[in-house]
């Protein structure tokens, strides 16, 4: 059984030449075809995270759509163009700032844009959205907590699912699924012998195996991160910040 790709070398090394910020430039200012890949790649990013402030804010179902649709609206606009430019620490901020003043305007019936009738259109699932949403921690009454719970596990899926493709492309994928539960959050309800049996090794080699998983999955959690903070200083803050809204600070 082989392990994912090390990293340390260059052969190993997953890239992420794309950072969100370069995404949110190419949003406002690129061609027509470079913006609409942009707005697609992060609208999967920040679409459940928005939708759910919008409904914890206050919103019904379907005005949480709207809300939504309205924010990626407001991504284009001159305003949060200039925002974009002054600002310097972190993505997740800059979405709250916009976020905060859509769902205001909204709220106060100052937005005179109806569904439909908007520049862009994004495209989500309404149905997944709001299922998602009433899994939803009902003690959490401040729309930005749920956000940034969101905002945190769209971020954890994302370095998994590149600690999935390396373990594809290193022909390894029953390993990874036999192994992934041992990953943060995971189910983690499987007996280590068990485990190790159905992978054909002994304990001590999964306990080995699932520390290597981890460390990789933490380096790809860090990498996550420095795409959406443009000053290096503050990656360690940010990440510190996810730890906390998992539960998992320290």
């Known amino acids: 059984m082989s392990s994912p790709p090390d990293s340390s070398s260059p052969e190993g090394q997953s890239p992420f030449p794309t950072t969100s910020w370069t995404l949110i430039q190419k949003v406002q200012r690129g061609s027509a075809r470079d913006a609409a890949r942009a707005l697609e790649e992060i609208c999967s990013q920040y679409w459940y995270p928005i939708y759910a402030y919008a409904r914890r804010f206050g919103f019904s179902a379907h005005d949480a759509e709207d809300v939504t649709q309205a924010f990626f609206h407001n991504l284009i606009s001159h305003e949060a163009l200039h925002a974009a430019q002054q600002e310097h620490g972190r993505m997740r901020t800059f979405m709250l700032a916009i976020l905060r003043n859509v769902a205001h305007k909204q709220n106060r ?42 905002w945190a596990y769209e971020l954890l899926a994302a370095a998994a699912e590149k600690l999935r493709a390396e373990f594809i492309q290193g022909n390894n994928l029953d390993e990874y699924e036999q192994m992934r539960e041992f990953l943060p959050l995971g189910d983690n309800a499987t007996p280590y012998a068990e485990a190790a049996a159905r992978l054909g090794i002994n304990e001590s080699s999964l306990r080995v195996q699932i520390h290597r998983m981890r460390k990789r999955y933490a380096r790809l959690i860090e990498a996550e991160i420095a795409q959406t903070v443009s000053d290096p200083a503050e990656q360690m803050a940010e990440l510190a910040h996810l730890m906390k809204v998992i539960g998992r600070s320290g």
Do not use: C, M
């Open 109 to 150: 019936h100052e937005n005179a844009e109806k569904r439909g009738g908007q520049v862009i259109t994004v495209s989500f699932d309404e149905d997944v959205a709001e299922d998602r949403y009433q899994r939803e921690p009902a003690d959490r009454k401040d729309p930005e907590l749920i956000f940034d719970r969101a």
